[in-house]
């Protein structure tokens, strides 16, 4: 079964770009539209799933190169509502690769650990079923403490439905007098969204040749460098990527500025305890769900 840590996929050439890559700003948080891999399965004549499988292959192999740049978060669009309208069969087997997968990272806990990554997925998971959504849960609980790396699986997701949850839990928290409307502002949707946790990516990339966002982190992305490329995901190299991440700098460097995120303002009690109160939900769903 394949790892989620590739091995020595790194040659000393790319490493020694890799470190000249790195002698200028790095992103702290990078996003993927992973687009292409029934494409890449048509192209290269086999099977749908063969090709959704290269394509978390080549995940590994980017989650690599990002931990040797010094990325410290990636988000990636693993599978959207969307999906579901696709045929049964492929539905099927798309739910059946992540519970592979995920039944995998909980047999790599110990490298989990050791590594310090932080896995999270976001969207509406209850439209999974339910042993995917348990697997799921544990890994979330068992690495929710670490943070040398994060990786964000937007899985059962599109960024309508997050603003949605968001807003619907503002309207929860001012009929329980939590809060008042007079503290809805951005900010609060922002820290109700799935990736509240999160900044906002500096970069994002598409590949498959395909320019549009496909309702893929809406809110988040107002001030964030996107690339497009030609290339089907598992045909994605570290090429591809040390090129996306040079123009990343390049326009650092003619803005003159290294973030284009706000500071968050200072926020009232009331609202704290109210966000809090949600932490705590979430996190009591989670534990029973596992």
Request: hydrophobic share 40%.
């Amino acid at each position: 079964m394949m790892s989620w840590f590739a091995e020595e996929s790194i040659t000393t050439f790319q490493k020694f770009c890799i470190n000249v890559i790195k002698c200028g700003p790095i992103p702290k948080h990078i996003a993927f539209i992973m687009d292409g891999n029934r494409r890449y399965a048509t192209k290269t004549n086999v099977q749908k799933a063969e090709g959704h499988l290269k394509g978390f292959e080549k995940l590994a192999e980017c989650l690599e190169w990002c931990r040797e740049l010094g990325i410290r978060e990636v988000t990636v669009y693993a599978f959207s509502i969307e999906n579901f309208k696709r045929s049964k069969e492929e539905v099927e087997t798309l739910m059946g690769l992540a519970r592979e997968k995920f039944q995998k990272l909980l047999e790599e806990k110990d490298r989990l650990m050791k590594e310090g990554v932080c896995i999270r997925v976001i969207g509406n998971l209850s439209l999974l079923p339910e042993d995917l959504q348990e697997l799921i849960t544990k890994a979330m609980l068992l690495t929710k403490d670490n943070n040398r790396s994060i990786l964000n699986v937007a899985f059962s997701y599109t960024s309508r439905d997050e603003i949605i949850h968001s807003i619907k839990t503002v309207i929860e928290g001012v009929t329980n007098d939590d809060i008042s409307i007079d503290d809805i502002d951005e900010e609060l949707l922002s820290s109700c969204l799935y990736m509240h946790k999160s900044p906002n990516p500096d970069i994002l990339i598409r590949t498959s040749g395909e320019v549009r966002l496909s309702d893929f982190l809406l809110w988040q992305l107002s001030g964030t460098e996107i690339y497009f490329t030609d290339v089907l995901w598992p045909e994605f190299c570290i090429w591809h990527l040390l090129g996306c991440v040079f123009k990343y700098q390049r326009s650092v460097f003619s803005s003159k500025q290294l973030s284009h995120q706000k500071s968050n303002s200072e926020r009232s009690p009331i609202v704290d305890a109210f966000l809090q109160k949600v932490e705590n939900t979430r996190l009591t769903r989670s534990i029973i769900k596992a």
